[in-house]
């Protein structure tokens, strides 16, 4: 049919009507949809809710178990300074009297601001955050077993974790003298982290005592 | 050339205007049936009447019969050909056989036995179109839907099934109060001869002798074209009712060629469906019921008469479209809809399970310690802690091994240790180590790397060292420091020795000088060892 054939007027209500159709139609399936969309949303979150409030119930007894073996160990890390707060205090102290004990001629150490730590080996950590202390630390030894003695006395006495990466040992002279208590023979220089797990959104651990 | 598809665009009413030179009729299709019918004169006056009609009735679409003098039929021949070149070869016979007319249409009735096989083509046109303008453009005026305008002789084949018995000569002789004696001679379902006489106005004369004159002028003008045979006789059918069809039967005696058959109007209205009987021996009525029952293609109107047609074909298309729109919008929101409030009731199942399950959880939780994180929590603290621990390094295994390799070669002394820990066993050094392809070259033999498991953690020491006392017997001196690499490859962890320096370089690369009575004094030379921690195969 040509357009001047054409006489809108015949169309023109037909036409109305079939815009006003598809406007309606697609308003009404689009709002459908939505509002299907909308429920689906909020039945997946309610049921993900049941599912895992239903999974924890169903589970409890198995979390039983879990804390009757984890939580005394757990409880051990944190009083040890390894999860929570950092005991450096402690760490001051055991060197002092570790250089005392063990009659070290000189013993310096410097400590680092904590940081974020991350680790070159695989490590779940889930939902803590893992962070470290760098020291640095300095003893004129009158031998090599001094450094040892002093790594046995903070094994078993610091309050923390911690791990040596890099250390250096230079004889200060050709001959070893034990004699001299007031001079050291070697010069120590080693740099260790001080470990501490922490809850990663910030969260203190407070364990009810 | 308006030859055009049928059209079925009609969802309720329909009617039909049968119109010749002197009269229009229009009938009207009512439940199947025709319905009240019309009468108008075909001058001015009858037209305003019509136009007054048309005003107050429905809009229905409108099919057109006429049956006039001014029809003309032309058989022809043209080549057997498709598409825009047969429209051609139409167009210009039309323009040479039909010039002034736009009602024109053309079938194709068969090809011609030899020669090229030309098509053969029956064309007709309605030669004056003044007869048929004024009405069209009344209609189009009045925004009518025309489906269509045919011919009493066009449709007449329509008629041939309503016969008692199949004709191949088929000669139908029938009465139209409107428009006179029409003869049309259909061979084989095809228009072959048609007719139009005018009668006298009925009542004033017997029809009987005009009839009889009439077919025997037509029978001789096909006894002329031998169109019939012994074998294939022509039969004439006298479709009347009344005295008129008793007066036909019996006054016509048959021959070898010609067999005479007179057929009631009221038994044809019959097999056609019509419920309407007719007393007067004419075949309007029988014609228009036809025609609205059949609705035959269009043959004659031009695509302008039919524009309301096609625009309300074009209506009825987008009302079924935005039907088909809302109602499918409103099936697919219905669905998902009912879904929503499937998902709804779920979701509050859900939530009210939730809540029976927390207070049950809490109940169960109560006679748990507290902790300050959830158990798996616990569990996961401890297990970092525990890797924590077993990557934790300290240069003791290094020292006690350096301790127990220099006890065993009392002649080594040391003088720094340098010491990394690292997960990669090629880890460079800060003082040093990292040079050791820069340095006094390694004695190749020296620096074989034995094949080691895999370690968690390596420990890497660069040691540098004297033999002491040395007494300048530099063979003896490598000798000594090959033993103490041996000794320490053989050690257990050991990944790798590396002797980076030695007293006297003897590789071909150095430029080596002395005397034969000076002594060297010291014997320094300098060792990486790569320590493995964790043997994890």
């Known amino acids: 049919m040509k357009r001047e054939d054409i006489d809108w007027s015949v169309l023109r209500g037909a036409l109305v009507g079939f815009v006003l159709s598809v406007v309606v139609g697609g308003a009404l399936a689009g709002g459908g949809h939505a509002v299907m969309k909308s429920?689906?949303?909020?039945?997946?979150?309610?049921?993900?809710?049941?599912?895992?409030?239903?999974?924890?119930?169903?589970?409890?007894?198995?979390?039983?178990?879990?804390?009757?073996?984890?939580?005394?160990?757990?409880?051990?890390?944190?009083?040890?300074?390894?999860?929570?707060?950092?005991?450096?205090?402690?760490?001051?102290?055991?060197?002092?009297?570790?250089?005392?004990?063990?009659?070290?001629?000189?013993?310096?150490?410097?400590?680092?601001?904590?940081?974020?730590?991350?680790?070159?080996?695989?490590?779940?950590?889930?939902?803590?955050?893992?962070?470290?202390?760098?020291?640095?630390?300095?003893?004129?030894?009158?031998?090599?077993?001094?450094?040892?003695?002093?790594?046995?006395?903070?094994?078993?006495?610091?309050?923390?974790?911690?791990?040596?990466?890099?250390?250096?040992?230079?004889?200060?002279?050709?001959?070893?003298?034990?004699?001299?208590?007031?001079?050291?023979?070697?010069?120590?220089?080693?740099?260790?982290?001080?470990?501490?797990?922490?809850?990663?959104?910030?969260?203190?651990?407070?364990?009810e005592t | 050339m308006t030859s055009s598809l049928k059209s079925r665009f009609e969802f309720s009413g329909r009617r039909a205007l049968f119109l010749s030179s002197q009269k229009a009729a229009v009938y009207q299709w009512r439940k199947g049936d025709l319905g009240s019918s019309f009468l108008f004169?075909?001058?001015?006056?009858?037209?305003?009447?019509?136009?007054?009609?048309?005003?107050?009735?429905?809009?229905?679409?409108?099919?057109?019969?006429?049956?006039?003098?001014?029809?003309?039929?032309?058989?022809?021949?043209?080549p057997h050909v498709f598409g825009g070149d047969r429209d051609a070869i139409v167009t210009r016979k039309k323009a040479r056989l039909f010039r002034d007319t736009p009602y024109f249409q053309y079938s194709v009735q068969g090809r011609e036995t030899a020669g090229r096989r030309d098509d053969n083509v029956l064309m007709s046109a309605i030669t004056n179109p003044l007869l048929l303008d004024p009405w069209m453009q009344l209609l189009d005026d009045h925004k009518v839907p025309v489906a269509g305008v045919t011919s009493v002789p066009l449709f007449s084949a329509a008629l041939v099934p309503l016969l008692p018995h199949a004709a191949d000569n088929a000669l139908l002789i029938s009465l139209q109060s409107i428009s006179g004696l029409r003869q049309t001679f259909i061979q084989k379902g095809k228009l072959r001869i048609s007719r139009l006489v005018?009668?006298?106005?009925?009542?004033?004369?017997?029809?009987?002798?005009?009839?009889?004159?009439?077919?025997?002028?037509?029978?001789?003008?096909?006894?002329?074209?031998?169109?019939?045979?012994?074998?294939?006789?022509?039969?004439?059918?006298?479709?009347?009712?009344?005295?008129?069809?008793?007066?036909?039967?019996?006054?016509?005696?048959?021959?070898?060629?010609?067999?005479?058959?007179?057929?009631?109007?009221?038994?044809?209205?019959?097999?056609?469906?019509?419920?309407?009987?007719?007393?007067?021996?004419?075949?309007?009525?029988?014609?228009?019921?036809?025609?609205?029952?059949?609705?035959?293609?269009?043959?004659?109107?031009?695509?302008?008469?039919?524009?309301?047609?096609?625009?309300?074909?074009?209506?009825?298309?987008?009302?079924?479209?935005?039907?088909?729109?809302?109602?499918?919008?409103?099936?697919?929101?219905?669905?998902?809809?009912?879904?929503?409030?499937?998902?709804?009731?779920r979701g509050d199942a859900a939530t009210s399970k939730t809540q029976f399950y927390s207070a049950r959880y809490e109940m169960a939780r109560e006679r748990l310690p507290k902790t300050p994180v959830e158990s798996a929590d616990i569990q996961l603290a401890v297990e970092v802690a525990d890797t924590l621990r077993q990557y934790k390094t300290s240069p003791r295994e290094m020292m006690v091994l350096l301790g127990s390799q220099v006890q065993q070669h009392p002649q080594v002394q040391l003088d720094s240790v340098e010491w990394i820990a690292s997960t990669n066993p090629e880890a460079k050094l800060e003082g040093g180590g990292e040079n050791a392809e820069e340095s006094p070259p390694p004695a190749p033999e020296l620096g074989l790397t034995a094949q080691q498991p895999a370690y968690r953690i390596f420990q890497i020491a660069l040691v540098k060292a004297r033999l002491a006392p040395f007494d300048g017997d530099f063979r003896q001196a490598i000798v000594t420091i090959g033993a103490l690499a041996d000794a320490l490859r053989a050690a257990p962890g050991v990944h790798n020795v590396q002797v980076l320096s030695l007293p006297l370089d003897i590789s071909s690369d150095a430029n080596l000088q002395g005397s034969s009575q000076a002594t060297k004094a010291e014997a320094v030379f300098s060792m990486k060892i790569v320590l493995g921690i964790g043997n994890e195969t």
């Open chain 2, 198 to 345: 005018h009668m006298p106005r009925y009542g004033t004369e017997p029809y009987g002798p005009h009839i009889r004159e009439e077919v025997e002028k037509i029978r001789r003008y096909l006894n002329s074209l031998r169109l019939a045979s012994p074998e294939d006789p022509i039969d004439i059918y006298f479709l009347l009712t009344g005295e008129l069809l008793e007066e036909v039967r019996g006054a016509y005696r048959d021959s070898a060629l010609i067999r005479h058959h007179a057929v009631d109007l009221n038994d044809l209205l019959r097999k056609s469906g019509s419920a309407r009987r007719v007393a007067a021996p004419f075949s309007d009525p029988l014609l228009a019921h036809q025609l609205l029952r059949l609705r035959p293609a269009n043959a004659y109107a031009t695509r302008r008469n039919r524009r309301y047609a096609s625009l309300r074909t074009m209506r009825h298309g987008l009302v079924a479209a935005g039907c088909a729109f809302l109602f499918g919008g409103m099936a697919s929101g219905g669905l998902d809809f009912i879904t929503a409030m499937d998902l709804k009731q």
């Open chain 2, 41 to 78: 004169d075909a001058n001015t006056q009858g037209r305003e009447h019509f136009a007054r009609y048309l005003t107050e009735s429905p809009n229905y679409p409108l099919h057109i019969l006429v049956d006039i003098f001014e029809e003309e039929f032309r058989a022809e021949t043209i």
């Open chain 1, 39 to 207: 429920m689906q949303l909020e039945f997946t979150r309610n049921n993900a809710l049941f599912q895992g409030i239903s999974g924890k119930y169903l589970a409890v007894d198995e979390e039983e178990k879990q804390i009757k073996k984890y939580f005394p160990r757990f409880l051990d890390l944190y009083h040890g300074g390894i999860i929570g707060r950092e005991e450096r205090l402690n760490w001051i102290e055991t060197l002092r009297d570790a250089g005392e004990r063990l009659r070290i001629p000189s013993l310096n150490y410097e400590i680092r601001s904590q940081g974020a730590f991350a680790p070159s080996f695989p490590l779940n950590l889930g939902r803590y955050q893992l962070y470290s202390s760098e020291m640095s630390l300095s003893l004129q030894a009158l031998h090599e077993g001094d450094l040892l003695r002093l790594l046995q006395l903070l094994d078993t006495r610091a309050a923390g974790l911690y791990s040596i990466h890099a250390c250096r040992m230079n004889k200060s002279s050709q001959v070893i003298d034990v004699t001299s208590g007031d001079k050291g023979n070697i010069l120590v220089q080693c740099e260790m982290n001080w470990f501490t797990v922490k809850l990663a959104d910030g969260t203190e651990i407070k364990v």
